[in-house]
């Protein structure tokens, strides 16, 4: 991943110029996730061994959406390539041309199912030295195995600086300042390149996610993507079998004139107060 | 003879200003419980905390304390360090973390340097020990998974609010623990927290205010409730996205986790995106004018009625309650 920031220090160091590096090419490289649908209804088969498919509608992950509208952020206000990447079978290639309708340069499909995170990460590592990427953004999570490990276990491969539950990024040179949430608040970091981050919400707004329109969707037809075989790995981890939570019991209305009754229901009842 | 390695079960315990957080008391719990189906014991791991030997009376037998003014400030490469030195010292086989953000941000981090499996989300003790299994969320809330790892080093992360506090009669040893640690290239700049408002994931109770409320001068009475109750502030997603509350008050799918033990929903409709965040709350309590909302399908508890008579009222009755309770 250094090459290139090597070779932009050398020329300025060359020029013996004092003048800042403000933006150089950055490579990007936006992880997705392809997941079902949020109104998606879950539901397994083969005994609660696999996931029905069946009727299910495949997004990008909400949270990868973000990171990709701040990556096209980049891409146009600062000069950079975006590339994004999926691990997973052919069927998640409508989502990566989804990706690519909103603009970004090319995809990357790694072909082999997703079997757990650590699968997963070992498999983007391979990418990401391949391709020397500069900045990798991924999400905080995936709303379908909702790990919370893949973007850290990546950085911790490849030995890039991580942030996760990143509301916001700047990169400027090879220094990248991040917001993150914390519990209770949320925390500034400064970091640089190369770097990882898990990103959500706040790195860009809900009103700048871009639908994509016809010229784009036709331009994503004409880009590349490329099908790349794994490298071997093992997964850590095996789901035996999936449960759906207990069916909830009727609801007790008590009566807006009552809240008496509501309190004391909380108190005697529900033993929360 | 040659001394048998101990192979405890390691526990990372987190604290605030010095004070050690009710998850960390609620993952030693968690620790005991799988120590216990283990025969073993349980060593927590502790970075500036007071008291640490309190952890004893939840089932730790050994505190691991390190005390350095220069990680006061919490940073996951460095933590993940303390406590990859701690797991390969005690030779442990699991290690437990909670989900707060902290956990969570370094967990991924030390199951690579431990080469060991990490499950997030797991909501109850091990099913089985060997194979080890774990149920956990997954697909937001709208399912478990039971997931076996198999690697020889377990990482769980425990849910919040997911197992409770369990006491146990030991007590536990406090040692100097000063591993060495690693730079980081992630340099805490600023931090921007109310530290009088309990946190979503701290909270025992959230009280949540939706588009029901229509506008963002009206959430007086939403934290006026949250206050009597000692809770939490949080919103529905379009709330936060037209601007009426912080994105970071936004829970669902999309947005931050609820495990709390009460959730009460105001003026919230009750879209799957919304429930899926919330849905692992251990109580519910919908008021909504709209009987038909689909709130009342996923609630414990509902009123129909305008949240601008029954909130007030339900503050009223509280502060009643509580002074008869005091
Ligand atoms: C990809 C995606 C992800 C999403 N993620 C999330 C998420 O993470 N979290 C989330 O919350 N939403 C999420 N949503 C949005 C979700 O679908 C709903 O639109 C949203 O939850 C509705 O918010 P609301 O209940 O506040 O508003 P509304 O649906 O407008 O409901 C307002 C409710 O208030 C009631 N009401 C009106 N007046 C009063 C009164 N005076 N007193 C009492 N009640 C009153 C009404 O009867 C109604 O039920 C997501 C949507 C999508 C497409
Ligand atoms: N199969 C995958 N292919 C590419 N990126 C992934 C994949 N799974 C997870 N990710 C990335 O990792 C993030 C966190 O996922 P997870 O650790 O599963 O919660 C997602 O938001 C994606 O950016």
Redesign the interface.
Known sequence: MHSKIQIIIFIFVHKKKTFKVNHFYMKILVCISHVPDTTSKINFTDNDTKFDTNGVQYVINPNDEFGLTRAMWFKEKQGASVDVVNVGGPETEPTLRKALAIGADSAIRVNTPATDGYAVAKQLAKVVNDGGYDLVIAGRESIDYNGNMVPGMLAAMIDANFVTNCISLEVDGTSAKATREIDGGKETVSTSLPLVIGGQKGLVEESDLRIPNMRGIMMARKKPLSVVEPTETNAETNVVSFEKPAPKGAVKLVDADNIDELVSLLHNEAKVI | MKKLKVMSILVYTESENGKLKKAALEVVSYAKAVADQMGTSVTAVAVNADNAETLGNYGASKVLLVKDESIQA?N??KYAAILESAAKNEGAKVVVVSA???S??????L???LG??????VVAAPSSVSPF?V?H???????????????DVKIV?LSNNSFGLVESDGSASVEDFSPSVPE???????????TD??????A??VVSGGRGLKGPENWGMVEELAEV?GAATACSKPVS?LGWRP??E?VG???KPVAS??YIAIGISGA??HL?GI?SS??K??INTDPEAPF???????????AF??VP??IE??KA?KAANA
């Open positions: 919490f996951a490469k707060s953000a902290n969570k941000y370094l967990a991924p981090l199951a690579v340097g060991a499996g990490y499950v997030s989300n299994t149920k969320s997954t697909f937001t809330n709208k399912a478990f998974a039971n997931t076996e790892i198999t690697t992360g980081s290239g992630v340099t805490v700049e600023s931090v921007d927290k109310a408002k309990v946190s979503i994931a701290d025992e109770i109750l996205d994105h970071s936004h799918q999309t947005g033990n009460l799957i995106q899926a849905n251990k109580v309590v919908v009342f399908k996923a609630a414990d508890y509902g009123v129909v009625g305008d008579e029954v009222k339900l009755k509280l309650f």
